[in-house]
């Protein structure tokens, strides 16, 4: 590993499987010391026991991406613990299937935007300061190829990561004059908790991927790790894809 996140301090939402999990392994092999965040508390701790073997340094904070008060304590624990914050992965998600005219709002939306959407919002606007007082940090937000390519049955999903590429638009600019650097990554059908290898759905969705096979986590956290880095030093309010080739059909 040549060490690009030497020394820095990254927080990883939605860490305890796929994508984010994928992520945190790959920093702290990078040398980033990694907060990690999900709600389950086995997996967590798994997770930076694994890291702490590895030679790595990470601390788990047990938390809720939907709740206003796990995201403060999220925040303080990393500031508390390492004293700056440089590097911010919003990657918790959720994702629900369902007829539209079934759909529930309470039941089928509302859920979807707050782990999508509102704490993406939320834990953005939290560790802003922090990197402003630095002058510099770097803030990768996980959307998704349905931020460009309409999926039946999934509304609220495919409106929530199209709310979210635009939303890392719209921060890119307004702090690209501070060392903000805030960029997304659109990944295409990758394997995971969401998308279990060999289910109905990833056999469904391999035959519009031109490569023919979904995404590996590793894959995924591969191009976040570009853009969390300095090597990404001109790149911001970019959408990173990394669909396969699904998108160029």
Same mark, same amino acid.
């Given at each position: ?5 030497? %020394?820095? !301090?990254?927080? &990883?939402?939605? +860490?305890?499987?796929?994508? @984010? /999990?994928?992520?945190? =392994?790959?920093?702290? #092999? ?39 008060? %796990?995201? !403060?304590?999220? &925040?303080?624990? +990393?500031?508390?613990?390492? @004293? /700056?914050?440089?590097? =911010?992965?919003?990657? #918790? ?61 999934? #509304? ?94």
């Amino acid at each position: 590993m040549s060490r690009r996140l030497n %020394d820095k !301090v990254a927080i &990883v939402t939605g +860490a305890t499987s796929g994508i @984010g /999990r994928a992520t945190a =392994l790959l920093f702290a #092999a990078e040398g980033a010391k990694v907060v990690v965040t999900g709600r389950r508390a086995e997996q967590g701790a798994s997770l930076v026991d694994e890291i702490r073997k590895a030679g790595g340094e990470a601390t788990f904070v047990q938390a809720d991406a939907t709740k206003a008060d %796990d995201l !403060v304590r999220l &925040v303080d624990t +990393a500031m508390k613990t390492y @004293g /700056r914050i440089d590097i =911010l992965i919003n990657n #918790a998600g959720v994702l629900k299937t369902f007829n539209f005219l079934e759909m529930d709002e309470a039941r089928d939306f509302d859920p979807v935007f707050e782990t999508n959407v509102r704490s993406y919002f939320r834990l953005t606007k939290l560790v802003l300061p922090h990197m402003l007082a630095a002058g510099k940090g770097a803030i990768v937000n996980i959307a998704s190829i349905a931020s460009e390519t309409a999926v039946p049955f999934h #509304a609220s999903y495919c409106a929530s990561k199209g709310a979210i590429k635009q939303f890392t638009k719209a921060i890119a600019l307004e702090y690209a004059t501070s060392g903000i650097r805030v960029n997304a990554v659109l990944p295409g059908l990758t394997t995971s908790d969401m998308v279990p290898e060999g289910s109905d759905f990833e056999k469904m969705v391999i035959s519009t991927v031109p490569m023919g096979r979904a995404a590996k986590a590793l894959e995924i956290a591969n191009g976040i790790l570009f853009l969390a880095s300095d090597e990404s030093s001109f790149c911001t309010g970019t959408t990173l894809v990394m669909d396969g080739g699904a998108t160029s059909q």
